[in-house]
């Protein structure tokens, strides 16, 4: 297959492009290297069948040639990165997601929206399953990513039913693992790189709230399959298994083996006090469930970062 990955150069969308060039796929991938790095692709530049190029999904998407899929993971993710570009994460989310669409349908293409667990917002049904519509503050400071990915949605299934585009919806519940920014304010990589710098640990709230961790490998397998399926969705990708964020904070001192300390800050606005998912339809349609548990996915991940202090340095101080 011939697949665009829009966002590629991202830590999902890297992990998305070394897995389908892995199979031997050719892969277009797109990014504006907002939020995306180079080095996350450097080792792919050069291999065959793999192309980069610097654009902005928003303003336009030229391909030649043929495509048959269209991956979308084109937007900032982090808090602090949509709390920065809140234009250009709606733009992403809107007029990037049209493009994207309007590319697949051209090419006759099958085209694979990746949203979020975000759309869930502060969850009135526990474990999330696909059927609940969500809770979200439209104004709140979370919106402009929340809402583009929700409008997103919207758009990708109109495309679906009213221009009969092959179209697919998975949301992404908390996903880590090597290539994640230390700056980029999630709490796996807040964790990591404050124990690593032997900085406290820094817990909004009462620590009670929880997430669910799904390592990276997990989540692209879930993606192509996705891909490679004619399933509309929307599906949850995620790991069901629940952690407090106080429990998540001793694992990571545990892998880590650092002495800091924990401190308590107030909530954020917005924050959701739980997020779980229901996989069964990821089971069941494209036969994916996790594998990696969380203590591996951690030591993985803690390996990678004390491999790179050149990105972790001083970033504990920044979030």
Not at 139 to 163: C, M, N, Q, W
Not at 192 to 204: D, F, M, R, S
């Amino acid at each position: 297959m011939r697949i665009v990955v829009a966002g590629g150069a991202g830590f999902l969308g890297s992990h998305l492009c070394d897995a389908l060039v892995g199979r031997g796929d050719q892969v277009v991938c797109l990014d504006n290297l907002s939020t995306g790095r180079i080095d996350n692709i450097e080792h792919l530049i050069g291999v065959p069948g793999f192309e980069f190029h610097e654009c902005d999904v928003a303003t336009g998407i030229e391909v030649n040639g043929p495509v048959d899929a269209v991956a979308h993971l084109a937007s900032p993710a982090s808090p602090p990165d949509y709390l920065r570009l809140p234009l250009e994460t709606l733009a992403a989310g809107s007029r990037g997601t049209e493009n994207g669409l309007r590319l697949a349908e051209s090419k006759r293409a099958r085209f694979v929206l990746a949203s979020t667990s975000e759309v869930y917002g502060e969850p009135a049904v526990h474990p999330q399953v696909e059927e609940y519509w969500g809770n979200v503050n439209p104004i709140g400071p979370r919106s402009v990513y929340d809402e583009a990915k929700r409008f997103a949605e919207a758009l990708t299934a109109a495309y679906g039913r009213h221009r009969e585009v092959d179209v697919g919806v998975i949301r992404i519940f908390n996903t880590y693992g090597p290539r994640m920014s230390p700056h980029d304010g999630r709490v796996v990589t807040n964790f990591v790189t404050q124990a690593l710098n032997g900085e406290p640990l820094t817990i909004y709230g009462e620590g009670e709230q929880t997430r669910s961790f799904c390592y990276v490998d997990d989540l692209i397998r879930g993606i192509v399959a996705m891909l490679s399926s004619s399933e509309r969705g929307p599906v949850n990708l995620g790991n069901p298994d629940e952690y407090t964020v106080t429990s998540l904070a001793w694992l990571v001192l545990e892998a880590t083996a650092s002495s800091s300390q924990i401190e308590y800050r107030p909530l954020p606005v917005d924050d959701p006090t739980r997020r779980c998912p229901v996989i069964d339809r990821a089971t069941d349609r494209l036969g994916w469930k996790p594998e990696v548990p969380l203590v591996e996915g951690l030591r993985r991940t803690v390996d990678w970062l004390r491999n790179h202090p050149e990105r972790v340095r001083g970033a504990g101080n920044l979030v």
